[in-house]
């Protein structure tokens, strides 16, 4: 069928253009898009950093309604709505103990953007277009998506709030909430305020942390920290960590998404001892942290990277989804929505740090 999709190129804007997009296959469902956030995965694949081959349909936190299905789907029907998260294939080690994050194929359906087999389902003119993003390329009209870490949406949720359960926000709760495994005595510190830690501001609140440190070089994000349940805020731009923090004597947990190396060992200089950090931010290429292995063991403290918060989008996503309906989740604090048309000047006020999370409407 004709859809409408933003493809990437390389050094180029997104174009909105006319592409082709095959029938869902087996374990498949077609979805009719109605919104996508927009999520710095998707401008970094964009830019080459993982190898995502272009051109490309990016996009992976939709929300839609599925309009057809492949043969043998029968957990879902004609008509409902659903949430699309990562890919995985549903039956390695990892997949089969719900953490699907670390799927053995992970980088084949999130990052390389195809199926197992090689193939795309979308294609112009002819020639392929890279189209199974996170399994789903849902910057378009139209998505193939798998059905592995399919959600079911209720009709009266709002779609455009939905999309980053998808990623942005499961990824901060679910480093706080099943990495972290926050409770009531923890003294939380959470570095980088965008969407992943703002939602780990959030999960820090239901989690009744004792207290929650947000740390941001922005003013403004560190009000809306503030406004989400942050205890504390510190602007590492103006204020050092050390004197800022020093009346809390250290962190019990700690959570970067900055993946930046100078934030991440001051981080860990403040957890006490048996104090865990847990890491979800992007870092350059080839960077290394330089910590202090002696006073690592004496003191028992430990580093861990995460993927989508170790989540099971199929039980994670309902539950984000309870604690929303609770009023616990103030998704509209973190989004604003664009029409899909938009994606590039969405995209723009993303980097430059004007929204927190852009959603393009499709519909
Ligand atoms: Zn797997
Ligand atoms: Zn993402």
């Known amino acids: 069928m004709k859809i409408r999709a933003a493809v990437a190129r390389e050094r180029e804007p997104f174009s ?3 592409c082709e997009l095959d029938g869902p ?4 469902v077609l979805v009719e ?16 950093y993982y190898g995502t081959p272009l051109p490309a349909v990016l996009g992976h936190e939709g929300v839609g309604r599925i309009v057809e299905l492949g043969a043998g789907v029968s957990k879902f029907a004609v008509g409902e709505r659903v949430v699309m998260s990562f890919g995985a294939c549903g039956q390695c080690p990892n997949c089969t103990a719900e953490l699907p994050g670390y799927c053995r194929h992970a980088r084949e359906f999130n990052l390389f953007a195809r199926r197992l087999d090689g193939s795309s389902p979308i294609s112009r003119g002819g020639q392929p277009i890279t189209g199974h993003f996170f399994a789903q390329s849902a910057f378009a009209s139209h998505a193939v998506a798998a059905t592995t870490n399919l959600v079911r949406l209720d009709d009266d949720l709002p779609g455009a709030l939905m999309t980053s359960l998808a990623c942005g926000v499961q990824t901060g709760m679910g480093a706080v909430m099943n990495v972290l495994q926050a409770g009531p005595r923890d003294v939380i510190g959470i570095f980088g305020c965008g969407t992943v830690g703002l939602a780990a501001v ?3 609140k239901i989690a009744g942390c004792s207290q929650i440190v ?4 922005r003013p403004d994000r560190l009000v809306t920290a503030r406004a989400l349940g942050a205890t504390e805020v510190v602007d590492s731009a ?16 700690a959570f970067d998404n900055t993946g930046n190396p100078e934030v991440i060992e001051a981080a860990y ?3 006490r001892p048996r104090g ?3 890491l979800a931010g992007l870092s350059p290429r080839g960077a290394k942290l330089s910590l202090d292995l002696n006073a690592m063991m004496v003191s028992g403290r430990s580093v861990r990277g995460t993927v989508e918060g170790d989540a099971d989008p199929r039980s994670f996503i309902p539950q984000m989804i309870a604690w929303y309906r609770r009023g616990e989740l103030p998704l509209e604090e973190l989004v604003t929505t664009y029409p899909f048309e938009q994606i590039n000047q969405a995209a723009a006020d993303m980097l430059a740090g004007r929204v927190i999370k852009p959603v393009l409407r499709m519909a």
């Not at 898009?33 to 080459?48: F, K, M, N, P, Y």
Request: hydrophobic share 45%; aromatic share 0%.
């Open 16 to 18: 909105i253009e006319e």
């Open 25 to 28: 296959r087996a374990g498949e």
């Open 238 to 253: 103006s204020e050092g960590l050390g004197p800022a923090l020093r009346h809390l004597r250290g962190l019990t947990l």
């Open 276 to 278: 865990r950090l847990a």
């Open 214 to 217: 947000a740390v941001d070089v």
């Open 202 to 204: 959030m999960a820090a």
């Open 33 to 48: 898009v109605e919104a996508c956030g927009i999520c710095h995965t998707d401008l970094s694949a964009r830019d080459r």
């Open 269 to 271: 200089s403040l957890l």
